[in-house]
């Protein structure tokens, strides 16, 4: 049986490797744990080794730029360095015994292995995280089961098992792993337990040994392993490994505690457990918290770095500025609460506020396309249509998909587009499509309890509409104090595309088409 050695993940910056030096040679026999080679990076060196006992095959050369799960070498387990030979053992009784060796794995049961790795998701997607295993390791799976959840930093999808077998778990959760890594393998139905048996009657006849073999692997932590003793604090040389050979799981890290830096105060605290001591005099009285004081680290998603990095380019690559207004939202309310009742049994979904900012945008950017409009190097780029994106937050994160040609759309339509695309984010189902483009963005603080904000550009739009919530507040109307339902409207844009006659124009004309909704349906 083959085995694949690959090139491991060695830090989220960290994108490719060059192989050294070869510690073994192509064709010498290795045994587990064992190093065979030294890979460096742009930060450190580290050393390769061996996954299982067997037959080394060089696939790289000294010198090779290898990438983060590119194959370095194979090992032929089982060995054709010697012959499976009956043993010839010399009894008491002068006679010579034969002792059956224990046989390789059979070829049937090794093609019987199916290496599971991560598909191409988009072009610009080069990484991506393995965020749960929705299957265990050693479980039975079904072709086309569902049998872990990825996650770019763009979109959640799941990965389906390609055959039916038992899964081997590689990679664990939380890995982050470039496109085309192995993340696990599927084994033929109930592969794993001949080679069980076959092991018994060797483990029967061995000596039994209370001490464990230390090997290049005892004390060692797993990349994963490393990584929390490290936020923790905690030495690797304090920690008792679990795993194969002696190696530090994930699991000893994270059940590892830290022990205080001082050698003395650990000694005087051993030495003291169970002795008696005297009585000292009452401490003075001092204001103590009461209750758990702890800290909770979560690692950050795909979706919530690219959301930060990106957030942070625009405040640093645009001349961002907001401009403020308001609307009565008597008329809409109005409207709303007389026809809401119809429009559902007609239509089959409920009619919100969306679709009526949704419509009132899409006639504004026609007076006003600067708005809609995008830079590209040198060159503006104003479009005929209206891709109106909107922001949804969902259980993972900030999202924003796209409604295509929503100027061409009824407000029915509108708003099942908004309905279906907000379960789909809530699902984490939108696709790399859905969320791609957009010519203008509408987000909505209000839902929330937001009074005011200045809502950030979603690059590379120039300029972003930004919804708050509605308040009775005291107004005057022809000449009296009344109170009606008022929103605050925000509009963020870019200084360097949109002036400030045409962001003020925009919004004003959003405001009038909000007041007066019959402006809408006649276009005027």
């Given at each position: 049986?083959?085995?694949?050695?690959?090139?491991?993940?060695?830090?989220?910056?960290?994108?490719?490797?060059?192989?050294?030096?070869?510690?073994?040679?192509?064709?010498?026999?290795?045994?587990?744990?064992?190093?065979?080679?030294?890979?460096?990076?742009?930060?450190?060196?580290?050393?390769?080794?061996?996954?299982?006992?067997?037959?080394?095959?060089?696939?790289?050369?000294?010198?090779?730029?290898?990438?983060?799960?590119?194959?370095?070498?194979?090992?032929?387990?089982?060995?054709?360095?010697?012959?499976?030979?009956?043993?010839?053992?010399?009894?008491?009784?002068?006679?010579?015994?034969?002792?059956?060796?224990?046989?390789?794995?059979?070829?049937?049961?090794?093609?019987?292995?199916?290496?599971?790795?991560?598909?191409?998701?988009?072009?610009?997607?080069?990484?991506?995280?393995?965020?749960?295993?929705?299957?265990?390791?050693?479980?039975?799976?079904?072709?086309?089961?569902?049998?872990?959840?990825?996650?770019?930093?763009?979109?959640?999808?799941?990965?389906?098992?390609?055959?039916?077998?038992?899964?081997?778990?590689?990679?664990?959760?939380?890995?982050?792993?470039?496109?085309?890594?192995?993340?696990?393998?599927?084994?033929?139905?109930?592969?794993?337990?001949?080679?069980?048996?076959?092991a018994a009657p060797a483990a029967a006849s061995a000596p039994v040994t209370t001490e464990k073999a230390t090997t290049y692997a005892s004390g060692t932590p797993s990349p994963a392993a490393a990584k929390i003793l490290a936020e923790k604090g905690v030495d690797a040389k304090g920690v008792s490994g679990t795993?194969?050979?002696?190696?530090?799981?994930?699991?000893?890290?994270?059940?590892?505690?830290?022990?205080?830096?001082?050698?003395?105060?650990?000694?005087?605290?051993?030495?003291?457990?169970?002795?008696?001591?005297?009585?000292?005099?009452?401490?003075?009285?001092?204001?103590?918290?009461?209750?758990p004081r702890s800290d909770r680290r979560e690692k950050m998603s795909s979706l919530r770095k690219t959301v930060a990095r990106r957030l942070v380019a625009v405040k640093n690559e645009t001349a961002m500025l907001t401009t403020f207004n308001e609307v009565d939202m008597s008329p809409i309310m109005e409207l709303r609460t007389k026809y809401k009742d119809k429009f559902k049994e007609k239509h089959g979904v409920g009619l919100g506020f969306m679709s009526f900012f949704t419509k009132a945008v899409c006639e504004a950017l026609k007076d006003w396309p600067a708005v809609g409009a995008r830079i590209e190097g040198e060159e503006i780029v104003y479009s005929n249509f209206a891709d109106i994106s909107i922001a949804v937050s969902a259980p993972k994160g900030l999202v924003v998909p796209v409604i295509r040609n929503a100027e061409s759309m009824s407000l029915a339509e509108i708003e099942k587009a908004v309905a279906a695309l907000a379960v789909k984010a809530r699902d984490g189902k939108l696709t790399l499509e859905e969320m791609s483009g957009g010519t203008f963005t509408i987000t909505n603080g209000g839902v929330f309890g937001s009074m005011m904000s200045t809502p950030i550009l979603n690059s590379p739009q120039s300029a972003i509409l930004g919804m708050h919530n509605i308040i009775e507040r005291p107004v005057a109307v022809n000449g009296q104090v009344v109170i009606r339902p008022m929103m605050y409207l925000a509009l963020s844009y870019d200084h360097r595309i949109i002036d400030g006659r045409e962001s003020v124009s925009f919004l004003v004309r959003v405001k009038q088409l909000l007041e007066d909704p019959s402006r809408l349906l006649l276009g005027v």
């Open positions: 049986m083959s085995l694949t050695i690959k090139v491991p993940p060695v830090g989220e910056s960290i994108t490719e490797v060059t192989l050294s030096s070869w510690k073994k040679k192509d064709g010498d026999t290795v045994k587990m744990d064992e190093v065979i080679a030294e890979l460096e990076s742009d930060k450190a060196t580290f050393e390769l080794t061996a996954e299982a006992d067997g037959v080394l095959k060089t696939q790289a050369k000294e010198g090779d730029t290898l990438p983060i799960g590119a194959v370095v070498a194979i090992i032929e387990e089982g060995g054709a360095v010697e012959e499976s030979k009956p043993a010839a053992v010399e009894s008491s009784s002068k006679e010579t015994v034969a002792v059956p060796a224990p046989q390789p794995e059979t070829p049937a049961t090794a093609a019987s292995s199916l290496e599971v790795k991560v598909p191409t998701v988009g072009e610009s997607i080069t990484e991506v995280t393995l965020s749960r295993w929705i299957k265990k390791d050693g479980d039975t799976v079904a072709m086309d089961e569902a049998i872990a959840e990825l996650e770019s930093d763009k979109a959640t999808f799941e990965l389906t098992a390609e055959k039916a077998g038992v899964l081997k778990t590689i990679a664990q959760e939380g890995d982050v792993l470039p496109i085309g890594a192995v993340v696990c393998t599927i084994e033929g139905s109930g592969a794993a337990k001949p080679a069980a048996t076959a795993g194969v050979a002696g190696r530090i799981t994930k699991e000893d890290a994270l059940l590892a505690e830290k022990v205080s830096e001082n050698p003395q105060v650990n000694k005087e605290a051993l030495k003291d457990v169970g002795s008696p001591k005297p009585a000292a005099a009452a401490p003075k009285t001092e204001t103590v918290a009461s209750g």
